[in-house]
C-alpha cells in the first residue's frame, strides 16, 4: 500500500510501523513519480487547490484524508468509491485556545494596554472579566465543546446553540436562538461553512444581540455579512474579534482593520504547534484503520 | 455593631442582613463621623496610605478586612488585639484569567498582529500553542490553584512549585526547582511578596530557564529583580508578561516597555468586573461571622 503524506514526521511513523506502508513525501510541491500507485493521500495543508486538483491523477486511490475540518474544497475532486475523511478534532486545541484568548484579550482590553504600552503609558482601568460572562458558543461539534471545557474553567456561563436543537445534549437550534442572543456577552461562532451558515450572521442576527456584545469568529468568514458587522461595529454598538474575516485577506485598505473595538488576526486559529503532533496521530490510526480493514474515522463522504 | 464599607452595593448588603448592623460608606474620601464607633473595617480597594494609618483613629475596632490578597502594606498599622483578614480567593478569577490571557497572547503573537493591524497586514504566521506546552506555576495558593484550573483545560502541562515543598499535594519546594526552570516553557509567579520572595527572581533564577521562555508575572514586581530580566529579554533569550513592574508605575522613559517580547498592562490582575461579586459575598460572609462569633475566614493577624 502506498500513502502519501506532507510532513517528514509523518513518514517516519510510516516507517515505523507495523503495517506494510510505503510512504511518499507530497508537501504541494513537486509531484512524486508514484501517483499512479498511491492508495491513501494525506493532501498537505492549506496548500493550494491544486493539492485537491491533483486526485483525478489518482487511478488507485481509496481514501482521501484532509488535515483541515472544513472540505468544502476538496470535496468537488473526489471520485465517487473513494472515501473523504477530515480532520475533526485535530485543530480543536489550537482553534478553541485562539478563541478563548481573543474573548480575554477584548473583555480585558489588550490592544489598548498594547497601544499604551508604545507610549509607555500606564493606563490602569477596570475592565469586564469573562468570570461571570455568558458565552453563547454557536456550532457544538468538536471545536465548540473544547472552546466550552475552557470557558467553563474561566467561570463563564455557557450556551449551546447549533444548526439542528438537540435536547438530550442541551443545545438548543438556531430557530430559537433569539432571545438567547439577547441576553448573550459574548457570541463565539464555531461552525462549518456550508449553504445554510453562508451570510447567517446578517444584519438581524446582529441587531438581536446586546448593545456592548462581543462577536468572535474562529469559523469561517463567509458565516458573517461583513457590510451587516461594519455600521454595527463603527457605530461601537457592537465589538468583534475576528480570526477568519470576508473577503480573505482582508485587504490592506478594509474598513474593519481599523474600525474601534475590532481584533482581526490573520486565520492562525488552527495553526500552531499543537496541530502537527494531533494530526501525526490521526494520520497514524487512519493509516492502521485502513491497512487492518477496520472502519476509518471522521468519513465525510 | 458598626461596619465601615467602601461600596453602596455593600451597604445595601449589610441593610438586607438579619444581622444589627449599622453601615457607613467610605471609600478613601470624607471620613464619617462615626469612627469612634467602628468595629468592623473593610479597607477601600488600592485608595492610599491614609486609609491604613486610619486604623489608629477607632477605638473600637475589632476587625481589619481588606480586599486585597496581600496585606503587606497595612499589617503595620493594625494594633495587637485586632484581627487582620485578607481577601484570599477575591482575586483568583479575575487574576488567573489575565494570566492565562497573558500566556495565551504571548506565545500566539497578539503583539505582533494588533500592530500589523494597524497597518492593514495580514500576517499569517505559525505560532507556538498553549497547548503540549508545561507550565511552572511559582506559589500554589489560591491563585496558582486558579491558574491551573485554566491551563489544564487549554492542554496544558502543570508543574507545582512553592517556597516549601508539600509532596503531598505534589508541589515541589523552590530550592529542588533548578532542573524544573530548565524544563519550563513558561514560569507564572503567583507568589505573595514577602521578605522571602523579595528579589527572589534574580540573575540565577532567570538563567536557569530555558532559552525562549515566557516569565510571567501576575504576583507583585519587586519579586522580579528588574535590572536582571533587561538583559535577558533585551537579548531576546527570555520573553516576559508583566502586569506588575518594579519600579510600579513604570515610568514612562523605562526601557521594560519597549523591549521586543514583553508585554506590560498596567497592574489589571484583580480589577475587573469580577471583583465586586466576589468582595460582597466576603464581605457578607465575614460581618454574618462576626456578628455571630463565628470564627472569621482568612485570618492572617
Redesign the interface.
Known sequence: MRVWVPYEEMLDDLSASANKVQGDLYDGGAVPETIDDVEFYVVPYMSGAHTFELVASMPRLRVVQTLTAGYEDVLPHVPSGVRLCNARGVHD??TA??A??LI??SL????A????????????????????RTVLILGYGSVGRAIE??L????ASVVRVARTARPDEGVFGIEDAGPLLADADVVVLALPLTADTRGLVDAGFLAAMKDGALLVNVARGAIVRTEALLPEVEAGRLVAALDVTDPE??????PL??CPGV??????GG?????L?RARRLVRDQVDRYAGRRDLRNVVA
Chains 1, 2 share one sequence.
Open positions: 486545541a489550537s485556545e485562539l478563548v484568548g480575554i484579550a480585558r482590553g489588550f490592544p494596554f498594547f497601544r499604551a504600552q508604545l507610549d509607555g503609558a500606564w493606563a490602569h482601568e477596570r475592565r469586564v472579566s469573562v468570570a461571570d471545557r475552557r467553563i474553567a474561566l467561570e485577506p482582508l485587504p490592506p485598505d478594509h482593520w481599523r481584533i482581526v488576526t490573520p486565520h492562525v495553526n500552531s504547534t499543537s496541530f503532533p
